[in-house]
């Protein structure tokens, strides 16, 4: 049973360039959360994507802008990166129509974003 | 505004003892989740256990427990015979659940936990 997939592992961008991360749910999830995690910080939640839509979105600007496919893959794009966007970006995917029972996240490992 | 507060920045346990992990949150809601997540070096975040409020009966997987207490907001966790492998960060997080939806996940800075031999 394959777990959350992210890639790149690592990614090195300059200030200004524009990003794309991906990530591949578990099998069986159908929702997809992005978090930004600062070094020496919990992660910040951007946003969640369900049926193909933005479903909640966290306190992050308009620069940060998703999507999520058919098969529930999801991407994270950044435009106009700036030095603090430089992080690890996490995704999470859970199941929405498995109800209370199944309420809780799988991680998987991240991309190490740095801009220089 | 949810939040969770981690009050230990960094613990310590010699192996096969007991350590408990702080935890404190603030919120107004009264159908939520709360969740410990460990964080090793390899970066994923690993579910460690869940307590959904509404259950008054607290958690426990294996070594890890928790101690919830409602009313004061406070969700500890307790890990018992301490192993090397526990060495890791550890996030306390919180989730609403929105009408049968679970809501995003609302992390404290995390505790870093040192084993040692």
């Known amino acids: 049973d394959a777990g959350v997939t992210q890639s790149p592992t690592h990614l090195i961008k300059t200030r200004g360039q524009q990003v794309t991360l991906r990530c591949s749910p578990k099998s069986g999830h159908d929702t997809v959360s992005w978090y930004q995690q600062a070094l020496g910080q919990g992660p910040q939640f951007i946003f969640q994507y369900y049926e193909e839509e933005e479903r909640q979105r966290g306190n992050f600007p308009d620069r940060f802008s998703g999507h999520q496919f058919p098969n529930y893959s999801s991407e994270l794009n950044v435009n106009a990166l700036l030095l603090g966007d430089s992080a690890l970006y996490l995704c999470a995917s859970s199941f929405t129509q498995g109800g209370r029972g199944n309420y809780g996240y799988t991680f998987g490992s991240g991309t190490r974003l740095t801009v220089v | ?117």
């Open chain 2, 1 to 117: 505004a949810q939040t969770v507060t981690q009050s230990q920045p960094e613990m310590s346990v010699q192996e096969a003892e007991t350590v408990t992990l702080s935890c404190t949150y603030d919120t107004s809601e009264s159908d939520y989740y709360l969740f410990w997540y460990k964080q090793p070096p390899s970066r994923q975040m690993i579910l460690v256990i869940r307590q959904e409020a509404y259950k008054q009966q607290n958690a426990t997987e294996n070594r890890f427990s928790v101690n919830f207490q409602k009313a004061a907001k406070s969700f500890s966790l307790k890990i018992s015979d301490s192993q090397l492998g526990d060495a890791a960060m550890y996030f306390c997080a919180y989730a609403m659940n929105y009408g049968g939806s679970q809501g995003n996940l609302i992390f404290g800075k995390g505790t870093k936990l040192s084993v040692k031999p």
